[in-house]
C-alpha cells in the first residue's frame, strides 16, 4: 500500500495510505449512481407527477435539477469533511498536501477542473432515457482519461488534486469527533492553562490533533515531543506536563477558548 508523508507546519512528517484505485473507481461509481437516480426520481416528479412541460420549464429544470447535480461534489467534500457519500462509503478522504483539511478555495479549484467529468448541464440535456445512456458513455469516455491520469501519478492525483495540491487518502473509521479538533468541555469550572494557543492557526491546531493520533496508534511519541518543543519555542511556555498531555491541554485549551470567543 502507497505511503505519503506531508510535512505539516512544525516540520514533522505525517504518513497517510494513499487511498488505492480500485476503492475511488468504485466512490465515483457511487456518486454517479447517486446522481443518476437523483436526476431520474426530478424528472419523474416533475414531468410525470406534475405534468410540467419541459419547453416552458427548462430553466425550472437547471435550477432544481441541474444545479444540485453541478454543486453535488463541492458540498459534500465541504460538508463532509474532505468525503462525498461515495468516498465516506469507501472510508476515503480529501487531505491538503500541507497536511490537515484543505482550504475552500482548495476544494473549490478541485472542483473547478471536474468540469470534464460531471458536464455542468446533464440534467437538462438528458431528458430522455435515450439522452441518459448517451451521457453516461460520454461520461465514461472521459473517465478513462482521469484513470490515465489517476496511473501515472505519483501520489495517485487526478488533474483537480494536483491544480489545488491534494491527495486522496485512506481513513480508518468513519468521522467522528475524535477526528476533528473539537473536544466537548463540560466542567463549567474549567481552567486555562495556556490562553497563548489562540495565537497558533487553525492548522496548526490540525497538526498538533494529527500528531497526537498518530502517536497513539504507533505508541511513539518522538513527534509530539519535536511538536512540544516547537510550541512551547513559539509561544514562550514553560511547562514539565508530559508531551502528550501537554498536547491534549493545548487542545482542550483551545476548544474551550474558541467556544467562548
Known amino acids: 500500500m502507497a505511503i505519503i508523508q506531508i510535512e505539516t507546519a512544525f516540520n514533522i512528517d505525517l504518513e497517510f495510505e494513499i487511498a488505492e484505485f480500485h476503492k ?6 457511487i456518486d454517479f449512481v447517486l446522481l443518476i437516480l437523483f436526476l431520474t426520481c426530478m424528472k419523474y416528479v416533475l414531468y410525470d407527477e406534475l405534468l410540467l412541460n419541459l419547453n416552458n420549464n427548462a430553466g425550472l429544470d437547471i435550477l432544481i435539477i441541474s444545479v444540485p447535480m453541478l454543486l453535488y461534489s463541492l458540498l459534500t467534500e465541504l460538508w463532509l469533511n474532505g468525503q462525498t457519500i461515495g468516498k465516506k462509503i469507501l472510508a476515503i478522504r480529501v487531505i491538503s498536501l500541507e497536511g490537515g483539511e484543505p482550504t475552500f478555495g482548495q476544494f473549490l479549484l ?7 467529468e460531471w458536464p455542468f448541464l446533464f440534467g437538462y440535456i438528458a431528458f430522455s432515457n435515450t439522452n441518459v445512456v448517451g451521457y453516461t458513455f460520454i461520461t465514461g469516455l472521459f473517465g478513462i482519461v482521469v484513470v490515465i491520469i489517476i496511473a501515472v ?7 483537480g488534486d494536483m491544480a489545488a495540491g491534494t491527495v486522496v487518502v485512506n481513513t480508518k473509521s468513519t468521522l467522528t469527533l475524535a477526528d476533528t479538533v473539537f473536544m466537548q ?13 489562540m495565537r497558533l492557526s487553525d492548522r496548526d491546531i490540525n497538526t498538533i490533533k494529527g500528531v497526537l493520533t498518530q502517536a497513539g ?5 518522538d513527534m509530539c515531543n519535536r511538536v512540544s518543543m516547537k510550541i512551547k519555542e513559539v509561544l514562550q511556555i514553560q511547562s514539565d506536563m508530559h508531551v502528550d498531555q501537554f498536547l491534549e491541554k493545548l487542545l482542550a485549551d483551545y476548544n474551550y477558548l474558541a467556544t467562548k470567543e
Request: glycine share 0%.
Open 24 to 29: 475511488r473507481l468504485l466512490a465515483y461509481i
Open 110 to 116: 478541485r472542483w473547478i477542473t471536474k468540469f470534464f
Open 153 to 159: 501519478s505519483n501520489k495517485n492525483q487526478r488533474l
Open 185 to 197: 468541555i463540560d466542567k463549567t469550572d474549567y481552567k486555562v492553562m495556556f490562553p497563548q494557543v
Open 217 to 221: 496508534k504507533k505508541n511513539n511519541y
